[in-house]
């Protein structure tokens, strides 16, 4: 075994010592020999033999290798002392010898025990020790079995090989103990039966299989289980038995694996790169796993990584969960680096914490559980074909890579932490909640998609009531994305989109509070059955589409959208305030409606399509503001009572469009809709319809050919008011209030409603009315200047103003049967022609003042009932074009009556101060008494062919008299006549022929003929 010889000379007088053994060559028949027994008397020392045995060698004993045989064959007899075989009974000793042999145990056989200073050769047979063996000098088991009841020694030092056969069989109790070297070769199996192998030493495996049967390998600290070469997979497997790491298992080789029971409290290491080691599932460790290269799998079952445990990783390092069904349970604290979770189920236990580190790690088809939580402070990346599931709770600390078109099932909780980056470049994908109100995916650093032209989910099921929300950055490079809510979930973060790229909000109930953003060229559209939430002052800076649901500010908040934005249908509700600096555009059909308490308009609103919004809030455009109108139809309709309005303070502006577009409060509550801005229409007509008082201090351009109705309510127009162009202001129904001095030049149509002036108003525009009224202030004046004006139906013209026709304009009445009712003051600077038949009834303060031209054109036609027609000296009465009677009642007349066809009666007196009295040839002016009374004086002028005829009644001659300058024939009586008070004085270049005309003249005043 050895050279050394102090070792050899210790053995040999160790064993001549005990057993008195002599080395003759005559190798005498050995007797057992009987036990020396030394006493000690006064310092010396006695030996007396006590027994001598010399029958058969019934009891144990020693029997020592002497090599009589000259070989190093176990079974030549003669290399015995006792010249026989050891047997049952014996303890087989072989002492150091010279040289290196090896001796060769290869048949079957039992001894006692075996201490052997010598290599011994297992190699046939079945070898049984009763008890201990102590290979002193090492062993070679190649085929056989070899088992003991006891422990089978193989020192420090010492080098052994196991190349085929068994260790332990059944019915024995065999420990190994090894503190030397042990070498594993050979493509057969091995099997460690009924035994235990403690390795406190080296165990190295280059080939085959070691099935540790109804066994226990124990790895003890501070041995090294090495694994190299080809073995078979697994190279260590169990049947009904352990194997138990405490020291170093180390493997440089490629796939293979350990089965059954393995429990590790030491280190298993795998060193080389292509190594792929698997640890078989079902079992608890509490020791390190290094896989400085090559990977270390976990296998299928239940494996608990207890306190104690820890993962490290270097070069190609890797660790893989990666066994479908399988649970790997984490149960304490412990970080991992290099990990590939690619399936099975990593359950991390209460309050513990499975941190992920360093580069390299994977996660695909796994599953997160536990209640405790994974946190990545490393990078993991996301690959494979299947997705994964996580019931526990991921955080991310580090770097998460979404690269493949994958999309993660979350029934428990997602936290990006602050600071971390979850980067997707996947083309499709997502993060989908759908846990219940327990599960919900928190960002509060990046996510951020760099790659992908897909659809990317971040999606919180409608089942139950998960939450999906922001609180970092979301910034959106590429591609599309969708944030689904299922429940309140709040945004405190931002939304960076870039340009082309869009991200749409649906579903649930979805907030964004203090410091949430959604900035960039990107589009963020909001739609399904959504409420989004305006818990703070927020601004959305990119394009954004309302396209569903309800965005809702709360009170005393503020929404700023200052880009493009889109509206399409939903509604935009809340006590708080929307406002819109960037450009809105109404495109469809269909438009958010508006139920906000504020929606303010600063920027530019296009209205192109025919949806009319559905106002219940305030709409309120600013004087920056800008609403353009291209739609062929559309509108803004205010219905939310008293509590809503729409209100311009900046500019409406309707440029193309050939239908009705409508500005409307709805007659239910007292909205109000008004312009104190400016109102162009450009094209088609409007309708501005009013419920309450909208006062509008505003400016309503009107372009030719357009036209707006003010309908409904009432609508006032204060300072600053005007209605102006080419166009037509109709006024229908309800009433309007012109409070403020003003100039109106656009046409002006009152088709049923009562306009009420009660300020100096000037119309240059025509004013056409064909019901309803008109109501002048007291010592104010409505003014129709430039143009002609009609009033073409019935109706009240009435208070204590004057409506007064300009010298520049004329007034058409045509009452067409309706009648007239006058009961304001009708100045006339210009020309009134009353067209058709119908009644001027004036009453109360009713008076007609004439300066112009009042021409009578229709026989029907009447002024009556008490009211004054009053024709000063420039002004001209005049009956023309139609034959007839037209009757009037009181006129007072000092300027020119011209009667040109038909006749004129005028039966309620009046105070006749000269004049000048033009009747042609055929027609007659006629006067009469059916009330009131008549006062002429100064002189009055009449010609004509035709005649002035008095049908009864007083004449009162009033002043110094009265002239008659008549033609002659000119002026007859046809009824009963009184004329009293001044004298009468005919010229005498007039005649003095008087035709009674049948009547009877009673004159009680002076009558001359010059």
Same mark, same amino acid.
Request: net charge neutral; charged share 5%; with cysteine.
């Given at each position: 075994?050895?050279?050394?010889?102090?070792?050899?000379?210790?053995?040999?007088?160790?064993?001549?010592?005990?057993?008195?053994?002599?080395?003759?060559s005559?190798?005498?028949?050995?007797?057992?020999?009987?036990?020396?027994?030394?006493?000690?008397?006064?310092?010396?020392?006695?030996?007396?033999?006590? /027994?001598?045995?010399?029958?058969?060698?019934?009891?144990?004993?020693?029997?020592?290798?002497?090599?009589?045989?000259?070989?190093?064959?176990?079974?030549?007899?003669?290399?015995?002392?006792?010249?026989?075989?050891?047997?049952?009974?014996?303890?087989?000793?072989?002492?150091?010898?010279?040289?290196?042999?090896?001796?060769?145990?290869?048949?079957?056989?039992?001894?006692?025990s075996?201490?052997?200073?010598?290599?011994?050769?297992?190699?046939?047979?079945?070898?049984?020790?009763n008890?201990?063996?102590?290979?002193?000098?090492?062993?070679?088991?190649?085929? *056989?079995?070899?088992s003991?009841?006891?422990?089978? /020694?193989?020192?420090?030092?010492?080098?052994?090989?196991?190349?085929?056969?068994?260790?332990?069989?059944?019915?024995? =109790?065999?420990?190994?103990?090894?503190?030397?070297?042990? %070498?594993? %070769?050979?493509?057969?199996?091995?099997?460690?039966?009924?035994?235990?192998?403690?390795?406190?030493?080296?165990?190295?495996?280059?080939?085959?299989?070691?099935?540790v049967n109804?066994?226990?390998?124990?790895?003890?600290?501070?041995?090294?289980?090495?694994?190299?070469?080809?073995?078979s997979?697994?190279?260590?497997t169990?049947?009904?038995g352990?194997?138990n790491?405490?020291?170093?298992?180390?493997?440089?080789?490629?796939?293979?694996?350990?089965?059954?029971?393995?429990?590790?409290?030491?280190?298993?290491?795998t060193?080389?790169?292509?190594?792929?080691?698997?640890?078989?599932?079902?079992?608890?460790?509490?020791?390190?796993?290094?896989a400085?290269?090559?990977?270390?799998?976990?296998?299928?079952?239940a494996?608990?990584?207890?306190?104690?445990?820890?993962?490290?990783?270097?070069?190609?390092?890797?660790? =893989?969960?990666?066994?479908?069904?399988?649970?790997?349970?984490?149960?304490?604290d412990?970080?991992?680096?290099?990990?590939?979770?690619?399936?099975?189920?990593?359950?991390?236990?209460?309050?513990?914490?499975?941190?992920?580190?360093?580069? *390299?790690n994977?996660?695909?088809?796994?599953?997160?559980?536990?209640?405790?939580?994974v946190?990545?402070?490393?990078?993991?990346?996301?690959?494979?074909?299947?997705?994964?599931?996580?019931?526990?709770?991921?955080?991310?600390?580090?770097?998460?890579?979404? !690269?493949?078109?994958?999309?993660?099932?979350?029934?428990?909780?997602?936290?990006?932490?602050?600071?971390?980056?979850?980067l997707?470049?996947?083309?499709?994908?997502?993060?989908?909640?759908?846990?219940?109100?327990?599960?919900?995916?928190?960002?509060?650093?990046?996510?951020?998609?760099t790659?992908?032209?897909?659809?990317?989910?971040?999606?919180?099921?409608?089942?139950g009531t998960?939450?999906?929300?922001?609180?970092?950055?979301?910034?959106?490079?590429?591609?599309?994305?969708?944030?689904?809510?299922?429940?309140?979930?709040?945004?405190?973060?931002?939304?960076?989109?870039s340009?082309s790229?869009?991200?749409?909000? %649906?579903s649930?109930?979805?907030?964004?509070?203090t410091?949430?953003?959604?900035?960039?060229?990107?589009?963020?559209?909001?739609?399904?059955?959504?409420?989004?939430?305006?818990?703070?002052?927020?601004?959305? =800076?990119?394009?954004?589409?309302?396209?569903?649901?309800?965005?809702?500010?709360?009170?005393?908040?503020?929404?700023?959208?200052?880009?493009?934005v889109?509206?399409?249908?939903?509604?935009?509700?809340?006590?708080?305030?929307?406002v819109?600096?960037?450009?809105?555009?109404?495109?469809?059909?269909?438009?958010?409606?508006?139920?906000?308490?504020?929606?303010?308009?600063?920027?530019?609103?296009?209205?192109?399509?025919?949806?009319?919004?559905?106002?219940?809030?305030?709409?309120?455009?600013?004087?920056?503001g800008?609403?353009?109108i291209?739609?062929?139809?559309?509108?803004?309709?205010?219905?939310?009572?008293?509590?809503?309005?729409?209100?311009?303070?900046?500019?409406i502006?309707?440029?193309?469009?050939?239908?009705?577009?409508?500005?409307?409060?709805?007659?239910?509550g007292?909205?109000?809709?008004?312009?104190?801005?400016?109102?162009?229409?450009?094209?088609? !007509?409007?309708?501005?319809?009013?419920?309450?008082?909208?006062?509008?201090?505003?400016?309503?351009?009107?372009?030719?050919?357009? !036209?707006?109705?003010?309908?409904?309510?009432?609508?006032?127009?204060?300072?600053?008011?005007?209605?102006?162009?080419?166009?037509?202001?109709?006024?229908?129904?309800?009433?309007?209030?012109?409070?403020?001095?003003?100039?109106?030049?656009?046409?002006?149509?009152?088709?049923?409603?009562?306009?009420?002036?009660?300020?100096?108003?000037?119309?240059?525009?025509?004013?056409t009315?064909?019901?309803?009224?008109?109501?002048?202030?007291?010592?104010?004046?409505?003014?129709?200047?430039?143009?002609?004006?009609?009033?073409?139906?019935?109706?009240?013209?009435?208070?204590?103003?004057?409506?007064?026709?300009?010298?520049? *304009?004329?007034?058409?009445?045509?009452?067409?049967g309706?009648?007239?009712?006058?009961?304001?003051i009708?100045?006339?600077?210009?020309t009134i022609n009353?067209?058709?038949?119908?009644?001027?009834?004036?009453?109360?303060?009713?008076?007609?003042?004439?300066?112009?031209?009042?021409?009578?054109?229709?026989?029907?036609?009447?002024?009556?009932?008490?009211?004054?027609?009053?024709?000063?000296?420039?002004?001209?009465?005049?009956?023309?074009?139609?034959?007839?009677?037209?009757?009037?009642?009181?006129?007072?007349?000092?300027?020119?009556?011209?009667?040109?066809?038909?006749?004129l009666?005028?039966?309620q007196?009046?105070?006749?101060?000269?004049?000048?009295?033009?009747?042609?040839?055929?027609?007659?002016?006629?006067?009469?008494?059916?009330?009131?009374?008549?006062?002429?004086?100064?002189?009055?002028?009449?010609?004509?062919?035709?005649?002035?005829?008095?049908?009864?009644?007083?004449?009162?001659?009033?002043?110094?008299?009265?002239?008659?300058?008549?033609?002659?024939?000119?002026?007859?009586?046809?009824?009963?006549?009184?004329?009293?008070?001044?004298?009468?004085?005919?010229?005498?270049?007039?005649?003095?022929?008087?035709?009674?005309?049948?009547?009877?003249?009673?004159?009680?005043?002076?009558?001359?003929?010059?």
């Amino acid at each position: 075994m050895s050279s050394n010889r102090t070792r050899t000379n210790f053995f040999r007088s160790l064993f001549k010592t005990i057993f008195r053994h002599s080395n003759n060559s005559n190798k005498p028949q050995k007797r057992k020999m009987a036990p020396v027994v030394e006493t000690f008397s006064r310092g010396r020392r006695h030996r007396s033999t006590l /027994v001598e045995v010399l029958e058969t060698r019934a009891l144990l004993a020693t029997v020592t290798w002497d090599g009589g045989a000259g070989t190093f064959n176990w079974f030549d007899a003669n290399n015995w002392d006792t010249n026989a075989v050891p047997t049952t009974a014996d303890d087989a000793v072989i002492p150091d010898l010279s040289g290196t042999p090896t001796i060769a145990l290869n048949a079957t056989t039992t001894v006692n025990s075996i201490t052997s200073a010598e290599r011994i050769a297992f190699s046939v047979g079945t070898i049984t020790i009763n008890n201990a063996g102590s290979f002193l000098g090492g062993l070679d088991l190649s085929s *056989g079995t070899l088992s003991s009841n006891g422990s089978l /020694v193989t020192p420090v030092g010492t080098t052994n090989s196991w190349s085929g056969g068994t260790l332990g069989r059944s019915g024995t =109790s065999t420990v190994v103990d090894n503190a030397g070297t042990w %070498s594993f %070769s050979g493509a057969a199996s091995r099997n460690l039966q009924n035994a235990t192998f403690n390795n406190t030493g080296t165990f190295s495996q280059v080939a085959g299989q070691l099935v540790v049967n109804t066994s226990a390998f124990n790895n003890q600290s501070g041995s090294t289980y090495s694994v190299s070469g080809s073995p078979s997979s697994p190279f260590l497997t169990t049947l009904s038995g352990s194997v138990n790491n405490a020291g170093l298992l180390t493997c440089s080789t490629t796939a293979i694996s350990i089965g059954g029971t393995f429990s590790n409290t030491g280190t298993v290491q795998t060193t080389a790169p292509g190594t792929n080691l698997t640890i078989p599932g079902g079992n608890s460790h509490s020791g390190t796993f290094d896989a400085t290269n090559g990977t270390i799998t976990f296998g299928t079952g239940a494996t608990n990584f207890n306190t104690g445990t820890t993962f490290s990783a270097g070069g190609t390092g890797a660790f =893989s969960f990666n066994t479908g069904g399988a649970n790997y349970n984490f149960n304490d604290d412990i970080s991992i680096t290099h990990a590939g979770f690619s399936a099975g189920n990593i359950v991390v236990a209460a309050t513990k914490t499975l941190t992920v580190t360093g580069t *390299g790690n994977t996660l695909s088809a796994a599953v997160i559980a536990g209640s405790g939580q994974v946190r990545n402070t490393g990078t993991v990346t996301l690959t494979g074909a299947s997705s994964p599931s996580i019931s526990g709770t991921f955080s991310n600390a580090g770097t998460f890579n979404h !690269t493949a078109a994958l999309s993660i099932g979350v029934t428990g909780h997602v936290i990006n932490e602050l600071g971390a980056q979850y980067l997707i470049t996947a083309n499709t994908g997502g993060l989908n909640v759908s846990g219940g109100s327990t599960s919900g995916i928190q960002n509060l650093g990046t996510i951020q998609r760099t790659a992908g032209t897909g659809t990317f989910n971040f999606n919180a099921s409608v089942v139950g009531t998960p939450t999906i929300e922001n609180d970092g950055v979301v910034d959106l490079q590429t591609g599309t994305a969708t944030w689904q809510g299922a429940s309140d979930s709040t945004h405190n973060g931002s939304f960076l989109l870039s340009n082309s790229t869009t991200l749409t909000f %649906s579903s649930g109930t979805q907030s964004f509070g203090t410091g949430s953003t959604i900035s960039g060229q990107g589009t963020a559209v909001f739609n399904a059955s959504t409420a989004f939430n305006i818990s703070d002052d927020v601004t959305f =800076s990119s394009r954004v589409t309302i396209s569903g649901g309800t965005v809702v500010a709360a009170s005393t908040k503020t929404l700023t959208l200052s880009d493009v934005v889109d509206f399409q249908s939903g509604a935009i509700n809340g006590t708080g305030t929307v406002v819109l600096s960037g450009t809105g555009n109404v495109a469809g059909a269909s438009v958010p409606a508006l139920g906000v308490s504020n929606f303010t308009l600063t920027g530019t609103m296009n209205h192109s399509g025919t949806a009319s919004w559905g106002v219940t809030g305030n709409f309120g455009i600013t004087g920056t503001g800008q609403y353009l109108i291209t739609a062929s139809t559309g509108g803004l309709n205010v219905s939310g009572g008293a509590t809503s309005s729409i209100r311009n303070q900046g500019l409406i502006r309707r440029t193309a469009g050939a239908g009705n577009f409508n500005f409307v409060a709805s007659i239910a509550g007292t909205p109000t809709v008004e312009n104190d801005g400016t109102v162009e229409i450009q094209s088609g !007509t409007a309708t501005w319809q009013g419920a309450s008082d909208s006062t509008h201090n505003g400016t309503f351009d009107l372009s030719s050919g357009t !036209t707006l109705t003010f309908t409904n309510g009432t609508q006032s127009f204060g300072t600053g008011a005007g209605i102006i162009g080419a166009g037509s202001a109709t006024f229908s129904s309800g009433i309007s209030n012109f409070t403020g001095a003003g100039t109106y030049s656009a046409a002006i149509n009152a088709t049923g409603a009562t306009l009420n002036f009660s300020d100096n108003n000037t119309l240059q525009g025509a004013l056409t009315v064909s019901s309803g009224g008109i109501t002048v202030s007291s010592a104010k004046t409505l003014s129709l200047a430039a143009t002609t004006h009609s009033w073409n139906a019935g109706g009240t013209l009435s208070g204590a103003g004057t409506l007064q026709v300009a010298a520049t *304009g004329t007034f058409v009445i045509n009452p067409n049967g309706a009648g007239l009712a006058l009961q304001t003051i009708l100045s006339n600077l210009g020309t009134i022609n009353v067209t058709t038949a119908g009644a001027i009834n004036m009453s109360g303060a009713g008076t007609i003042s004439n300066a112009g031209l009042i021409d009578l054109k229709n026989p029907a036609a009447t002024l009556t009932n008490g009211g004054i027609i009053t024709n000063t000296s420039s002004g001209t009465l005049r009956k023309s074009t139609a034959t007839g009677t037209v009757t009037l009642g009181r006129v007072d007349n000092s300027g020119t009556i011209d009667v040109q066809t038909g006749t004129l009666s005028m039966n309620q007196g009046g105070v006749w101060t000269g004049g000048t009295y033009t009747v042609s040839s055929g027609a007659l002016l006629q006067t009469t008494l059916t009330g009131g009374s008549w006062t002429w004086s100064g002189t009055m002028t009449g010609s004509g062919a035709g005649q002035m005829k008095h049908l009864g009644g007083n004449i009162a001659i009033a002043g110094s008299g009265v002239t008659w300058a008549f033609a002659p024939g000119f002026f007859t009586y046809g009824a009963t006549t009184t004329v009293s008070g001044q004298p009468v004085t005919v010229p005498a270049t007039k005649g003095a022929t008087f035709d009674l005309n049948g009547g009877t003249v009673t004159v009680s005043s002076t009558f001359n003929v010059a």
